[in-house]
């Protein structure tokens, strides 16, 4: 546990970078052998726009990063947060703020974004991506990647985790995130066991039809159980999926960067009244 914890505490950039790069070229390999959708569009256009975003991604949480370097600092000097305060083994340690890091900074943070109007105004982007594959992973407005940031720096002081527990946070999120995105075919079999502790793309998908409730639903990034306790867990045949959002459904509003960009200040739009009839 201390080897693993020394790279983490000392992880190289090329190697978050490979973690970035390694992931999305494994994935999207994988959904040309085995896609779920087999659909015709302009599969270069669509990565090329969701690369933007995640270069902007990249961009917001390298110009930010030296607050989580400081933070993390903080509450490890200080013995400040939940992991710093209760005493447990350094493996403990590691899977408790793994899973709290996950509660707050990614799966409360996502459930935020649906229920505040404003945050929802950034994160609708992410949402209006029609072809849901690996690469809509880090499709997030530079604003939003500024609102996850926030909600991750309050976790560091909650959880008390140090530089090392995030790191392992960031890499878990980030492959995770990949892989239930991405358009593939999985065995029944092992999807459910899987989803056992983490999501999987059977689970998240209903997370990205244009409707709801179903979209209100299925918030978890890594652990799955997040959703079963607090009762927003949700499972639907996923081939009679509509990808979307029922706000912004035409071509160019969710194929041009500059209009995505535009999208969080052109004021809320409401959303069309839900077919109580319709089911998955």
């Known amino acids: 546990m201390e080897t693993i914890i020394q790279y983490f505490s000392e992880m190289p950039v090329p190697h978050r970078s490979f973690l970035l790069v390694g992931g999305l070229a494994l994935f999207f390999i994988i959904e040309q052998a085995a896609p779920l959708f087999k659909i015709n569009y302009n599969r270069a256009k669509h990565t090329g726009l969701n690369l933007f975003f995640t270069l902007t991604t990249v961009i917001v949480n390298f110009v930010m990063a030296f607050i989580l370097v400081h933070s993390c600092a903080w509450v490890t000097e200080n013995e400040f947060g939940i992991i710093q305060w209760i005493p447990m083994p350094l493996i403990a340690k590691a899977i ?70 995030i790191f392992i946070y960031q890499s878990a999120s980030l492959v995770l995130t990949q892989f239930n995105h991405s358009n593939i075919k999985m065995p029944t079999w092992l999807d459910r066991s899987l989803e056992l502790v983490f999501c999987t793309p059977n689970m998240h998908r209903v997370h990205h039809h244009y409707r709801q409730p ?67």
Do not use: C
């Not at 505040?116 to 604003?143: E, I």
């Not at 940031?149 to 560091?156: D, G, Q, R, S």
């Open 96 to 165: 408790v703020g793994l899973m709290l890091m996950d509660l707050i900074a990614a799966w409360f943070a996502h459930w935020v974004e649906h229920h505040v109007k404003w945050m929802w105004q950034f994160h609708v982007v992410h949402h209006t991506d029609q072809h849901v594959d690996t690469t809509t992973a880090n499709r997030h407005h530079p604003g939003e990647s500024v609102i996850r940031f926030i909600f991750t720096t309050a976790a560091i002081f909650i959880v008390g985790a140090p530089i090392w527990l």
């Open 214 to 280: 179903y979209s209100d639903t299925n918030y978890g990034n890594i652990f799955s159980f997040w959703d079963k306790i607090f009762g927003t867990y949700s499972r639907v045949d996923n081939k009679k999926l509509l990808y979307g959002v029922d706000t912004y459904m035409e071509g160019k509003e969710h194929k041009s960067i500059v209009e995505l960009l535009k999208i969080p200040f052109l004021g809320y739009r409401q959303p069309v009244e839900y077919d109580k009839e319709e089911v998955l």
